[in-house]
């Protein structure tokens, strides 16, 4: 229960079934997205909640038919925050592709879904973030070019191209991890 | 070496991989009882002229009359001013249409830069946001103080029909039961009045849809003005 009080305003009830609607509709898709982009899980539930209390507090002044674009865009504010303010590893380029090579010692191998994350997150790991960003509103929110032209705020044509690149750039890596497990199983 | 359909095929696998991922138990729960904490403290706190608009919008002005709306009208509108995600230095990853987002968008009314694509892009049109209803609610409020009940009425109808009920469909109802009392119309208010006081017993608003049962006349408005919900806190 969420603790209604009897003399509570209609409004403020209205206000909270509003608020609802919203995490009902997007929480998975903000969750999702910040995961992908690069938190941890329980990173990814403390960054969707804080975009959710900042949504609240906006809740009326959220426009008709952006309530997705608003929340992408506090996400991706929550998400660069979070980066800014977490302990800063130092990655050298190319780590993560190495730890995906010893992690894929075998092409064929069925991969149970942790595993597959994490190859995945390694290979968008690689991807700089705008050419992520598009890739996986795409093929994991399987959203159309024009929808993600909307919330990147790009043309079309632009959102097209960073699409079509970060496919290209995704096999590319895909088909090179591939190649160093192989390499790897060899020696 | 690997064929393309073979990368393909692996990244197809990572993506369902991905898509089956679910948020910690519970996350979403936490994130609701959050955020309603947060817009109830923010909305009290921060944000005074949009909650006295929401009580007005309410229907609060009904019951103690209605003298306040001819002194001018309150602003539903979002307030231009960011939250607290504005930084210093936006970070340059971030889009142009997502750092407008997170500032909030100006009312519908006026232009924004990146309106041409975005209207293009034709995005799927949700249900009306709450402030879209508010904004409804707040004409019949003026039809009303302007002593244009018939008008009141037709935007009613309007916000239904544009709504399907609405988030705030027991506050319309309470504004209709005042529009037809006023419309001379007591006796379809008084019959509305007792089915809804019937079929909602738990609603908020229902002692406010009582007072109309049996009441043929508008009540004289010389009462004082509602008490705005910002002098709660």
Redesign the interface.
């Known amino acids: 229960m969420s603790g209604h009080d009897a003399g509570e305003s209609p409004l403020q009830s209205a206000n909270d079934r509003a608020i609802r609607r919203l995490v009902e509709e997007h929480f998975d898709f903000i969750w999702r997205l910040v995961r992908r982009l690069g938190l941890s899980v329980s990173d990814a539930d403390d960054a969707t909640q804080e975009v959710f209390i900042v949504a609240a507090r906006r809740i009326t002044s959220i426009e008709s038919g952006r309530e997705r674009t608003f929340l992408y865009g506090t996400a991706l504010r929550v998400l660069a925050n979070a980066r800014r303010g977490a302990r800063r590893r130092r990655e050298q380029p190319g780590t993560e592709l190495a730890e995906l090579a010893a992690s894929a010692r075998g092409p064929d191998e069925l991969l149970d879904d942790e595993r597959a994350r994490t190859r995945l997150d390694a290979l968008l790991a690689e991807l700089p973030l705008e050419l992520r960003r598009v890739v996986v509103l795409a093929e994991l929110e399987e959203l159309s070019v024009p929808e993600i032209a909307t919330l990147e705020g790009l043309p079309l044509g632009t959102a097209a191209s960073r699409l079509r690149r970060a496919r290209e750039r995704l096999r590319e890596l895909a088909a090179e991890a591939t190649e160093k497990g192989r390499e790897a199983s060899d020696a | ?2 064929s ?1 359909k ?3 095929a ?2 197809r ?12 138990a519970g ?2 729960e ?7 904490g ?3 403290a ?2 009290r706190r ?2 005074g002229v ?1 909650v006295a608009a ?2 007005v ?2 229907g ?1 002005a009904l019951t103690a009359g209605l003298s306040a709306v001819r002194r001018g009208p309150v602003s ?4 231009p001013v960011p ?3 504005t ?1 210093a230095n936006p ?1 340059p ?10 500032r ?2 100006p009312p ?1 009314s006026s232009a924004e830069p ?1 309106a041409a ?2 209207e ?4 799927p ?10 904004a409804q609610l707040q004409a019949v409020r003026t039809a009303l103080g302007a002593g244009d009940p018939k008008r009141a009425l037709a935007l009613l109808d309007r916000y239904a029909r544009s709504t399907r009920g609405g ?2 469909g ?2 319309a109802l309470v504004l209709r039961l005042d529009a037809l009392t006023r419309a001379g119309r007591g006796a379809e208010a008084s019959a509305l009045a007792s089915r809804f006081v019937a079929n909602n017993p738990g ?3 229902v002692d406010r849809a009582r007072a109309f049962v049996g009441v043929p006349k508008p009540a004289a408005s010389t009462a004082p003005s509602p008490t705005p ?1 910002e002098k709660t806190e």
Do not use: C, Q, W
């Open positions: 070496m690997t393309e073979d990368d393909d692996a990244l696998a990572l993506y369902a991989a991905a898509k089956r991922e679910r948020p910690s996350a979403r936490r994130a609701f009882e959050r955020a309603l947060s817009g109830r923010g909305g921060r944000n949009v929401l009580a919008a309410a609060v539903v509108g979002p307030e939250v607290r995600l930084r970070s990853d971030l889009p142009r249409a997502a750092s407008a987002a997170a909030v968008s519908a990146s694509h975005v293009k892009a034709a995005a049109a949700p249900a009306p946001t709450l402030g879209d209803e508010i988030s705030l027991d506050e609603s908020p608003l919900a």
